[in-house]
């Protein structure tokens, strides 16, 4: 249930649909993060740019850019073309053409550690793939990871993520052995992996920017000294830039940070909204699938039509990248700034971390700057806020995360700055009685 009044109910048709759909869709959304968004979880008709419309008409800048990966807004023109170009000549073929070759040259040409790639559909997949690329290069079995950053769905990696403060499981029906041989150890803490890198480690995962438990950045120093450990000890250093690829910069956290892994993770702004996901890296490393020893395989590995939207996705980053990511870098931290400013003018105490097109948000009173201090935060209001700014025509993900895309300009931004006075107003005297 809403705390907030009715706004004559603005939401009927997304109710209703919200409603017939848990009747046949199990829990009536395709992913469980979608059925936190209060007061329902919005049923859209249409995206184009930065905006949104849900099916009652309602309009939203959108923050949320389905999770990541519409770095060029909805519906962008090249990508649209080119989708419609590959479907009027084939939708799937299940062996070789011309596009795969073209974006795997991309991503070579892209992204500093990529050698030769791997296709699969989504970020969770290409988890997999690098772990096992990972394991069957150095024959050893275990994997560290850190807590609170995400890797994706599957068993194996899917403990210690964002919100919980062990190495527990992210939900239940998880095989505890499949995730016996990982560790999870706290990020930025050169000891504890000093500690734990014991010969038989394979790998050590990380999101290089931690994104998903706050939008966190590496105490100075420590990247590269996690690159110069891992070398040392023959284990394979993995940057999973599922988000941060294509967004931080053309070549992703490793090119922005200047610290380069021996495999990469991308997924998201890859495909611009289409699901293909790719592990890259190193050929020495990589040369366990290019020599056979591990099967890749998949029937929508890198199909035409995504890998259409992918080839046109990077070609446009690539072709317009001296203009977008200073234009990204700029709508970021205005956006940032917009936020800090317009909530604290409306009695709501916000703190946001920022870096380029990435953000994570925090009702707090404190900074945020690393994972254990997301304790001090206060997720209930800024769920209340989410919502709130939903109503003023703002879509943004009840957890924290923003994002932004080439299509934010200035009136997006402005309509943003009097949409945040007016939801922090709002939520503000609300959150005071609570306490
Ligand atoms: N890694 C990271 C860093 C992610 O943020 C995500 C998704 N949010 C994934 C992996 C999993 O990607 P997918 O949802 O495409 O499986």
Not at 365 to 376: C, M
Request: charged share 20%; with cysteine.
């Amino acid at each position: 249930m809403s705390v907030l009044p009715d706004q004559h109910d603005r939401y009927a048709g997304s109710r209703a649909e919200f409603s017939r759909r848990q009747r046949t869709l199990a829990r009536g959304v395709a992913s469980a993060i979608r059925v936190t968004q209060r007061p329902v979880p919005l049923t859209f008709a249409d995206g184009q740019g930065a905006y949104l419309h849900d099916v009652d008409g309602n309009e939203y800048v959108d923050y949320a850019l389905a999770y990541g990966p519409m770095v060029l807004g909805h519906s962008p023109a090249p990508v649209l073309e080119a989708v419609h170009k590959q479907l009027a000549e084939a939708i799937s073929y299940g062996a070789s053409h011309r596009l795969e070759r073209e974006l795997s040259e991309a991503i070579s040409r892209t992204v500093p550690c990529a050698e030769l790639s791997v296709f699969s559909n989504s970020g969770s997949e290409a988890v997999h793939a690098a772990v096992r690329i990972a394991r069957a290069a150095t024959g050893r079995p275990r994997v560290i990871k850190f807590l609170g950053h995400f890797h994706g769905w599957l068993d194996p990696l899917a403990v210690g993520n964002p919100g919980r403060w062990d190495a527990g499981p992210a939900t239940a029906g998880q095989d505890p052995l499949a995730s016996s041989s990982v560790s999870v150890l706290p990020w930025n803490d050169l000891d504890a992996l000093r500690g734990a890198l014991t010969d038989d480690v394979a790998a050590v995962i990380m999101e290089p920017v931690a994104v998903n438990g706050g939008c966190f950045t590496a105490d100075p120093g420590y990247l590269e000294e996690v690159r110069e450990l891992t070398q040392q000890s023959g284990v394979v250093l993995v940057f999973d830039e599922v988000i941060t690829g294509f967004r931080l910069s053309l070549g992703g956290a490793q090119e922005r940070l200047g610290v380069v892994p021996d495999l990469t993770v991308l997924g998201k702004a890859l495909g611009a909204g289409f699901p293909i996901s790719a592990v890259c890296g190193r050929a020495d490393v990589m040369d366990v699938v290019a020599s056979g020893t591990v099967a890749h395989i998949g029937t929508y590995n890198a199909n035409p039509v995504s890998a259409s939207a992918a080839v046109a996705s990077v070609t446009e980053l690539e072709r317009r990248a001296h203009e977008i990511y200073p234009q990204l870098e700029q709508a970021g931290s205005q956006l940032a700034d917009i936020l800090r400013d317009a909530a604290a003018e409306g009695g709501l105490p916000l703190v946001v971390n920022q870096v380029g097109a990435a953000g994570h948000a925090f009702c707090a009173l404190e900074p945020v700057t690393s994972y254990a201090d997301t304790v001090h935060s206060d997720p209930d209001a800024y769920h209340l806020f989410a919502e709130a700014l939903l109503g003023e025509g703002m879509n943004v993900i009840p957890r924290g995360l923003l994002y932004v895309s080439t299509m934010h300009g200035p009136a997006e931004l402005e309509r943003t700055r009097s949409a945040v006075a007016r939801a922090a107003a709002a939520v503000g005297p609300l959150l005071r009685s609570r306490q």
